[in-house]
């Protein structure tokens, strides 16, 4: 399967009409509202043998122009926001750091950014990011105005002002995705989740648990372990029920530590080959304090219910943390989950026999 087909597979999925549509040599620019959607795709990595036949595919939507990406204020609503207003696609923004290094004549940007990799074997691949990825569309059209107010910044109009019509698919969140968001989630009760434990949750590289309301999954990062839940029982604000997969650092950090990772995760992620799909957004979760975690969410709507993509997100899961680790802390060597298991154990023994202080 060639980068081609699969743009007309997106193309397809989404009914775009050619007067909306302008066709470039590696992708398309959609116009279905007031917001431009670019699709692209990006050709096979040469230097990497074993990936010759797989193509990655962008799907990035401009959400506001000349966000405030130096206010503390923006960068730290935006990465408490995320997991509960994104779904399926990232806030992505260039990070003062990099911005200040690299000036560009444009006004910064805040993007709504989804990825996916694909090779002839992942048939069923495309139709699902294509379906995922429309998500921005629709979401841009209808909350942009009210997210500028929130953030700040403008919404990224294509021409002077919000468009006075558009696409009928943008209402398919409308028709489709919150009638089907309103039934019971389509991922309780399953048995792909106790099938994923019992293939691959006792492992040197994975820990899982599963249960009728989903999976809860630990991977080596280091001396201590990643936590990936994988849970049918909380619904989207905006969605309804569905699948939410939740990846959480074990590294504990300021909240404006945790802030500037998350920005300049979902920016890595977004800009390099990292060969895992990036269908969610990476963020905040404030534990107590000035204490906090970088996590990533992805929530998947029922309407995108497919057959074994809850075992590839939880893969896709272990991949991302393997990821993290490998370029953001390079000195840190992951042990083996049942090392770090013996270990807790270990810990967890010794606290117990030392018992109250004497003093």
Known sequence: MRGSELLQEIAGVWQVEQSQTRWVENGFDWSPGSHLVQVRSVPPRPYHPADSDRWGLVVRTDLLRSPAIESRAFTQLLATMAPDTISTYAFVYPPPTFWNKHPDERRPTLTLFSSAYVNSEMTG???????????????????????????????????????????????????????????????????????????????????????????????????????????????????????????ELPTISSVEEAVSGAAHLNFWEAKFWTDIP?????????????????????????????????????????????AVRREWFPKLEDKTMSEILRERIRASAFDKSAGPSAS
């Not at 379906?131 to 294509?158: T, V």
């Not at 398919?172 to 399953?190: I, L, T, Y």
């Not at 106790?194 to 999976?215: E, I, P, R, T, Y």
């Open 125 to 247: 691949l495309p139709r699902f990011f294509a379906r995922a990825a429309l998500l921005q569309a629709i979401d841009a059209e209808f909350y942009s105005h009210q997210w500028a107010k929130e953030l700040g910044g403008e919404p990224a109009f294509i021409g002077s002002g919000r468009a006075s019509a558009y696409d009928d698919i943008l209402n398919v969140a409308r028709d489709f995705f919150g009638p089907e968001g309103a039934q019971p989630s389509r991922w309780r009760d399953v048995d792909e989740f106790s099938a994923f434990a019992k293939q691959f949750g006792n492992s040197d590289a994975c820990w899982a648990n599963a249960d009728a309301d989903g999976m809860a999954l630990e991977a080596p990062f280091g001396n201590d372990s990643v936590l990936i839940r994988l849970r049918s029982h909380l619904p989207h604000a905006q969605l309804g029920n569905g699948l939410s997969v939740t990846l």
């Open 278 to 322: 990036l269908l969610g957004c990476w963020h905040v979760v404030v534990m107590r304090g000035d204490e906090a975690r970088v996590a990533h969410t992805s929530f998947i709507p029922n309407a995108l219910y497919t057959e074994g993509i809850a075992s590839n997100l939880a893969l896709w899961s272990i991949a991302r943390a393997r």
